[in-house]
């Protein structure tokens, strides 16, 4: 099911939470919603599930308006603080999650005991909420809002808790999902955006200041490129003066002076590493390493949030 | 099931998982058998009586307390832990969810009220008895605890602290109960007509008597409608 934001807005008092945001998320997409604190990504994703009356704008699920009580069940949602009942065993809770749903009264222990499967909770279902580690918990948060198998699936922050290794099998889940359903995740860890997301979406302070893949975030921000470079059979005077009359290399700076290791950045919107080869082979200089550096996620996300 | 049903039974289940359940049944049939069978100034041998008159005076005092200790919780807790936003964002309306609410604690007190069928089939081999005045002065009592219960439901709704929810429904209780009644007797004319008609007492009293009138069942029928429309529009208002 698609989903198009149009010109969404909300205020709490004076302050602009979300500020005329429009975007849309196709069937299949897995957009990763990021943003500092206080950006309003929690605020979007109460609006997409109908906790929050928007003050202007219209949220749309397949061309109908989401403010319809029948478009929930389409929904599956983790809020932020995953709020449980602590004093329900496990399974009785995915239970009454699923009838709540409107899932038959036969499937709903059926659907209680896949999720339970799928989730790792194999153990601990039958324990009580309030027992369990905040991983656990955090899985019991997935399983109820995937327990009706909903076409749209809204996380907010669903790996927060998680040890390492439950970290790489909730992302795996999520990009299983999202082949077939529509996900919106919100996170702060960005290395999580890249292995799970098709889509970034940065927002900050209410206003989308990015939005598209990984890729052409990086692309966008580099403008020049960097190039690390290692080279033998030379001295490092030479090799810095030879390189910096090349066309295209602006500067470059000695990381390691015994290796001969040395950082070239090109001139805007030029690539050098073709000059540098050409450079290397006409001077039988053996190159040893050659990396061309990508702008970390970290430094675009630092360059359009922090001002 | 209707997620209305589904709340409710849930609900249900849980003041029997804690122990408000327990802690309730044990009091409330703790005073009612006292003032019943045991006190003996006033009690059923004292008035030499085969009727349960009573009990229905006692269990609408008992009640009065009880049940905003049942309601506090109801939806004071689903938002002081959050989950009313899980319950929101599912195929749930604040209406489905706020009767779901009303219901479980209605059946509580139902439930409380038929631990106390010994008493009835106790007292009426005991002597002449009013089968038809008893049975509505059950009916009454339920009437009745389902206005508290509409007040406390109401009191729960506007805060996320239980026990300010619970002082709210007492103090709102005691003007049906009490204050009403004084004002109507203190006041004259128009006035007084209109503190006695609003005051509780005076329809549970007709009931328990044994007479049904439609205006005592529309009393007690609308203050529980007004606290459920009142609960709700608390529920679905959000920032």
Known sequence: ?307 | MSPTWTIARKELNSFFDSLIAYFLLFAFLGFTGFFVWLSGNGDIFFRKQADLAVFFSIANLTLFIFIPAITMRLIAEERKSGTIELLLTKAVSSRQLVLGKFLAALMMVVIALLFTIPYYITVSTLGNFDHGATLTGYFGLILMSAAYIGIGLFASSITSNQIVAFILALLIGVCFQFLFGILASTGSGLISEIFSMLSLNTHYDSISRGVIDSKDVIYFVSISLLGIFLSEYMVSKRK
């Open chain 1, 1 to 307: 099911m698609n989903i198009s934001i149009e010109q969404l807005s909300k205020s709490y008092g004076m302050q602009k939470a979300v500020d005329n945001i429009s975007f849309s998320v196709n069937t299949g997409e897995i957009l990763g919603f990021l943003g500092p604190n206080g950006a309003g990504k929690t605020t979007t994703m109460k609006m997409i599930t109908q906790y929050l009356n928007p003050d202007n704008g219209d949220i749309k699920m397949d061309g109908r308006s989401v403010f319809d009580h029948e478009v929930k069940h389409r929904i599956g949602y983790l809020p932020e603080h995953n709020p449980l009942y602590e004093e329900m065993p496990v399974i009785d809770y995915l239970v009454y999650c699923a009838n709540l749903q409107g899932v038959a009264k036969t499937d709903a222990h059926n659907q209680a005991r896949k999720m339970v499967f799928k989730c790792g909770l194999d153990v601990e279902k039958h324990k009580r909420i309030g027992e369990l580690s905040k991983g656990y918990r955090q899985r019991v948060g997935l399983a109820q809002a995937m327990i009706h198998d909903p076409e749209i699936l809204i996380l907010d922050e669903p790996t927060t808790g998680l040890d390492p290794n439950q970290i790489v099998e909730i992302r795996e889940l999520i990009k299983q999902l999202g082949r077939e359903k529509t996900v919106i995740l919100s996170t702060h860890i960005l290395p999580e955006v890249e292995a799970t997301c098709d889509r970034i979406l940065i927002i900050n302070r209410g206003k989308i200041v990015a939005d598209g893949t990984a890729e052409n975030l990086r692309k966008q921000a580099e403008g020049s490129q960097i190039i690390r470079l290692k080279v033998e059979d030379t001295e490092l005077d030479n090799l810095q003066n030879s390189l910096q009359n090349l066309m295209s290399v602006k500067s470059t700076s000695i990381l390691d002076a015994d290796t001969n290791a040395i950082e070239i950045t090109s001139e805007l919107d030029m690539k050098s590493n073709r000059d540098i080869f050409e450079l290397c082979a006409s001077k039988n200089w053996i190159i040893t390493e050659m990396i061309p550096m990508e702008t970390k996620l970290e430094d675009i996300f630092r360059d359009l949030t922090m001002n």
